[in-house]
């Protein structure tokens, strides 16, 4: 009786783990709405288990990604342009567009005859529908984007009913051998819960460690330290024998990881490996940008005077995270005082189910026809973000940022989105209040921007869309609008999970530690800073377009531009309507009145119409305009600062 007790009892057990099983295995909409939240399972594997996107990129290799229309569909039938068509299992979990209309989305589930959603494209994203609600779905630095999952058993198909559709990314998960239940818009009051919990998470500004100390990353110790560094010192701040993992850490360092040298490297190793699996200057590790604070995400950046970076870290057998300031001759370096804070637990990783935690940090000017590239390895693992500081090194407009991004995995294109700022879940750089600051969201943002500096870069993580690979992975990033041809100077910050430690790594030398400062200056129309006085109106057309019946003036702010010296130079239209005009930078005149009247319209380039010397009182530049006849038009194509050294 005991032996057979004991084979009933065995079954009953089998049957309940072989239940659990196919239940955690089972993906749903909560399920996946909950990965939103759930940092602490990023070190996850997802084996046998792809990231795709469909999108509007030329594939021709230019750069009609969405302009025209004409790759922004994959056929059309009867009810509109299919813009996805998938099949199952798998899960859709980020749809992006820069440019969403009033028409109508149709999403046919499992090759349903009638759509399960029908709803405008804009109500994606504008939060008006239920459960499209911000943030999790929403519009900022020129994109619209939506994370909210759609699960699907047997298949996908997207429609559009309109007549034209431009950019678009749809980026889905296939799901092979799982059990999906599909998405179906009706959610319980658990789901509900849920997406609630998400959306407090992603809508607050000022992220705590404890968000994120549950599961695996739940039961936190702190080790707490303060201390003074000095040029040329190594100093380790985080010390562990046996297995756990760091569940997030804080460095305040007040404001001395600021400025144009970035001389403090963050370095981590993990079981005692050859090469470091963090190994950056602190600056570019938590998103600062050109030498300021610039990146405050919900898993890492900096709020206060505190970096914080709350991605965990398991490790099998120690770990040892250090600070080390490097010495630069010829410049006076202050020590630096620090209050570090360090979240870890016993936890020991899972090495079947997941990955250590990897950054590989870069600095390139790549040659012209190459990629950047952000990650090229072999090995089993997935990608979890990305950080990228854009500067471009041909005076004007941020053309570079044209670029698309690629993504191979295992053998195969996966992924090939449709510009730079796309990538960030952002759009049309270079107009105003869109692509034209530093704005940071929940998971991407843009880092700065500035036509007069010619730079600009963003940072993206990845939640539920983590991208994994099993055998490789190729990452990068073009620069320019086709062919790779605009030259750059490009930083980034790459972070992955991965079964096998790193092979090497990009020593940030002294020159690869400072900012670079152009000497040549761009200030275009659109984002101009004006200040305009009596007698005086402006419209922005091609330019700016200054009319006056009298005297009056206009004043253009040089903001971001560093103190010096310069030669200041214009361009603007003679045209038949055309006004005089003068210059000057305050109280000094730099220039006589000019004419811009002629018979002919021309552009007149590079003007030299003065020298200034350009400090933080004295940044801006002041047009006096006056009629000429019946000419009351001055028009304005640019300004243009030449540094004198």
Request: proline share 5%.
């Amino acid at each position: 009786m005991k032996k057979v007790s004991l084979k009933i009892l065995f079954g009953i057990v089998a049957i309940v783990c072989i239940c659990f099983e196919s239940y955690a295995q089972k993906y749903t909409f909560k399920n996946e709405l909950e990965l939103l939240k759930r940092v602490d399972k990023l070190p996850e594997y997802r084996t046998n288990s792809y990231v795709e996107q469909i999108s509007s990129y030329d594939t021709t290799g230019g750069n009609d990604d969405g302009f025209d229309g004409t790759y922004s569909y994959l056929r059309k039938e009867k009810e509109g342009l299919v813009i996805a068509d998938l099949k199952g299992p798998g899960v859709v979990n980020r749809i992006w567009t820069p440019t969403p209309t009033n028409d109508t989305l149709l999403f046919y589930f499992d090759g349903e005859k009638k759509p399960r959603l029908k709803i405008r494209f804009m109500d994606l994203f504008s939060g008006d529908v239920y459960p499209f609600v911000n943030p999790v779905c929403g519009n900022e630095i020129g994109g619209y984007y939506c994370y909210i999952p759609f699960p699907y058993k047997k298949a996908l198909k997207i429609v559009f009913q309109g007549e034209k559709l431009m950019f678009h990314q749809v980026q889905y998960r296939s799901l092979p051998g799982k059990e999906v239940e599909t998405w179906t818009g009706v959610l319980s009051q658990s789901d509900k819960d849920v997406l609630t919990e998400v959306n407090a998470v992603w809508a607050d500004i000022s992220p705590e460690v404890t968000r994120y100390a549950v599961g695996k990353s739940s039961g936190v110790q702190t080790d707490q330290k303060s201390v003074t560094l000095v040029p040329g010192e190594e100093i380790s701040f985080f010390e562990q024998n046996g297995p756990g993992r760091i569940v997030g850490f804080e460095i305040d360092g007040g404001n001395s990881f600021e400025g144009l040298y970035k001389d403090v490297i963050l370095a981590a190793n993990w079981d005692g490996e050859q090469v470091d699996a963090i190994y950056s200057p602190v600056a570019d590790f938590f998103g600062y940008a050109y030498g300021k604070p610039a990146m405050r995400s919900i898993v890492m950046g900096r709020q206060g005077t505190s970096n914080y970076c709350y991605l965990p870290m398991p490790y099998d057998r120690g770990a040892r995270m250090r600070l080390i300031y490097k010495k630069r001759e010829g410049i006076q370096q202050n020590p630096v005082s620090l209050n570090i804070k360090v979240y870890y637990n016993a936890t020991a990783r899972d090495a079947k189910n997941e990955g250590k935690f990897y950054s590989v940090w870069r600095r390139e000017k790549p040659e012209t026809g190459q990629f950047y590239e952000f990650l090229q390895l072999k090995g089993k693992g997935h990608y979890v973000g990305t950080i990228h500081i854009a500067q471009g090194l041909r005076p004007g407009m941020t053309l570079f940022f044209e670029g698309d991004d690629s993504t191979r995995v295992d053998g195969r294109m996966r992924l090939h989105g449709t510009g730079s700022e796309d990538y960030y879940n952002g759009g049309w750089y270079a107009l105003l209040d869109r692509w034209d600051r530093g704005i940071s969201l929940p998971l991407h943002g843009a880092l700065d921007y500035s036509l007069p500096m010619n730079r600009t870069g963003g940072y993206r993580f990845f939640l539920a869309d983590k991208m994994p690979f099993e055998k490789e992975i190729y990452h990068g990033m073009e620069h320019g609008p086709v062919g790779n041809e605009f030259p750059v100077d490009y930083t980034s910050v790459a972070f992955y999970y991965g079964a096998q430690p790193l092979t090497g790594k990009m020593e940030p030398t002294e020159e690869l530690r400072t900012v670079y400062l152009p000497t040549e200056h761009v200030y275009f129309p659109q984002l101009m800073d004006l200040t305009l006085g009596e007698g005086i109106q402006v419209t922005h057309q091609r330019g700016i377009r200054v009319h006056t019946d009298r005297e009056g003036m206009m004043r253009v702010m040089l903001n971001d531009v560093p103190e010096g010296k310069y030669k200041v130079l214009i361009s603007y239209y003679e045209k038949p309507e055309g006004a005089d005009f003068q210059v000057w930078q305050r109280q000094n005149q730099l220039s006589d009145w000019k004419s811009t009247k002629n018979s002919n319209e021309a552009l007149k380039e590079k003007i030299h119409i003065g020298d200034i010397e350009l400090t933080r009182q004295t940044n801006s530049v002041t047009f006096h305009v006056r009629k000429n006849g019946e000419g009351r038009q001055f028009e304005l194509d640019r300004i243009i600062l030449e540094r004198i050294d």
